[in-house]
T-cell receptor, first 115, second 116 residues
Framework: DAKTTQPPSMDCAEGRAANLPCNHS???????VYWYRQIHSQGPQYIIH???NNETNEMASLIITEDRKSSTLILPHATLRDTAVYYC????????????????FGKGTRLHILP | NAGVTQTPKFRVLKTGQSMTLLCAQD?????MYWYRQDPGMGLRLIHY???????AKGEVPDGYNVSRLKKQNFLLGLESAAPSQTSVYFC???????????????FGPGTRLTVL
């Protein structure tokens, strides 16, 4: 079973910030939160990841709550090219920590950017 | 760098036929993975490898075999294809480094397989 819960779909107006929530209430202390997106059946693309501090890169920001049970991916100025399925994943940061770890992608959130 | 490449891009098989999907990466990654994605579903891990000569089962391994004879290549085999194996197959690779970024998986473009 997926370790995360995401809404199946969301809409966002072009130019506005898109805020994608993710619930991971069973996250353990050594697990990171990773976000990927998949644009129209292409291979998934890495966006950002974090442990407990907020993170920002050129693509997005990641806000993780203090209890680490949920997080929000923020696309600051959404464009039509951001239309995709967004996956939130929790997993250990280094494979050797748990070699039986099987990555569960879940169904993600389908983000529609409205012109 | 080409990153992660997959061969072929499309394939149509008849039930019972066999085929091999090839994944190649030029990033010197230790870990490689095979996923399948069915319509409206997320990715499901089939098999993975933590290094040359090693493989392990993922979430849905039945009906598939894999081999990692060279570090840069990861082969996925279907010995006797079934219609239930109609899917899009993605390969991915990742480092195992000190920096957590190096654990990020990089995906190939996918192979669309139809089994009639």
């Amino acid at each position: 079973d997926a370790k995360t819960t995401q809404p199946p779909s969301m809409d966002c107006a072009e130019g506005r910030a898109a805020n994608l929530p993710c619930n991971h209430s069973t996250i353990s202390g050594n697990e990171y939160v990773y976000w990927y997106r998949q644009i129209h059946s292409q291979g998934p693309q890495y966006i950002i990841h974090g442990l407990k501090n907020n993170e920002t890169n050129e693509m997005a920001s990641l806000i993780i709550t203090e209890d680490r049970k949920s997080s929000t991916l923020i696309l600051p100025h959404a464009t039509l090219r951001d239309t995709a399925v967004y996956y939130c994943i929790v997993r250990v940061a280094r494979f050797w920590m748990n070699r039986d770890d099987k990555i569960i992608f879940g169904k993600g959130t389908r983000l529609h950017i409205l012109p | 760098n080409a990153g992660v490449t997959q061969t072929p891009k499309f394939r149509v098989l008849k039930t019972g036929q066999s085929m091999t999907l090839l994944c190649a990466q030029d990033m010197n990654h230790e870990y490689m993975y095979w996923y399948r994605q069915d319509p409206g579903m997320g990715l499901r891990l089939i098999h993975y490898s933590v290094g040359e000569g090693t493989t392990a089962k993922g979430e849905v391994p039945d009906g598939y075999n894999v081999s990692r004879l060279k570090k840069q290549n990861f082969l996925l085999g279907l010995e006797s294809a079934a219609p239930s194996q109609t899917s899009v197959y993605f390969c991915a690779s990742s480092f195992d480094g000190v920096d957590t970024f190096e654990y990020v998986q990089f995906f190939g473009p996918g192979t669309r397989l139809t089994v009639l």
